[in-house]
């Protein structure tokens, strides 16, 4: 992955912001990332921290479109970022890699939409 780069991070550095709709992929080598989301029309964020080697942020668009994100290092870390392109290429050569993409992808809508029912529920009562 040549158009890959390896980035150093210190606590508190911002990785993405929801200012900026990312056209990469950031992918954890080592340390802690905290991402908060935030789901359109909502004042609170869904927030989920993250060490695991692997642990990815940005890079689909209509994500960023209904709950932008921030993501910011908590300790000192190290990422990868890997251009939107590159990693398209990588998944329709790696049919795995897209399909594990694809669990992350469910897994982080299902915890938007719990939130944003959880809100709604909240605002209800």
Do not use: C
Not at 17 to 29: K, M
Not at 30 to 48: K, N
């Amino acid at each position: 992955m040549e158009r890959a780069k390896i980035v150093t991070l210190g606590p508190g550095d911002v990785v993405l912001s929801r200012e900026i709709r990312p056209n990469h992929f950031t992918f954890l080598i080592s340390g802690r990332l905290t991402m908060r989301r935030w789901p359109r029309g909502l004042d609170r964020p869904v927030v989920r921290s993250d060490d695991r080697p692997g642990a990815w942020h940005g890079g689909i668009d209509i994500l960023d479109v209904i709950a932008p994100a921030d993501v910011v290092a908590e300790e000192s870390s190290r990422i990868i970022i890997v251009p939107r392109q590159a990693l398209h290429e990588m998944m329709s050569r790696v049919p795995k890699f897209g399909q594990s993409i694809l669990v992350g992808i469910a897994a982080l809508v299902e915890d938007i939409y719990s939130h944003i029912a959880a809100i709604r529920a909240e605002r209800a009562a």
